[in-house]
């Protein structure tokens, strides 16, 4: 089906930037929806941002104004720029994508998780 790869993650101190990127491959695919999810300790998996079609995004409360989705349609890639971090955005981040892919039978639709990047922000 679909694989997507994370990369980006690390360690920043509070209000520096960080990019994360989310590579998707495949063998015939058409990307629909792309996102990034974040996992704190102890909490449950939350959406940060989505886009659909390459133009619609949405952020969650807590990112708005701070992060930007992006994404690159010719190397089926989405970006998350994370500006003016704070302690509370550390969490595993996540990047999803949804669409269909041409497989034996046709096409089908699919939904991917990538593996997930650390980022954390402590001073």
């Known amino acids: 089906q679909v694989q997507l790869v994370e990369s980006g993650g690390g360690l920043v101190q509070p209000g520096e930037s960080l990019t994360l990127s989310c590579a998707a491959s495949?063998?015939?695919?058409?990307?629909?929806?792309m996102g990034w999810y974040r996992q704190a300790p102890g909490k449950s998996r939350e959406l940060v941002a989505s886009?659909?079609?390459?133009?619609?995004?949405v952020y969650s409360g807590a990112v708005e104004g701070r992060f930007t989705i992006s994404i690159d349609s010719a190397k089926n890639t989405v970006y998350l720029q994370m500006n003016s971090l704070k302690p509370e955005d550390t969490a595993v981040y996540y990047c999803?994508?949804?669409?269909?892919?041409?497989?034996?039978?046709?096409?089908?639709?699919?939904?991917?998780w990538g593996q997930g990047t650390q980022v954390t922000v402590s001073s």
């Open positions: 886009i659909i079609s390459g133009n619609n995004a």
């Open positions: 495949g063998t015939i695919f058409r990307l629909g929806a």
């Open positions: 999803n994508a949804e669409g269909d892919y041409y497989g034996e039978y046709g096409w089908d639709d699919f939904g991917s």
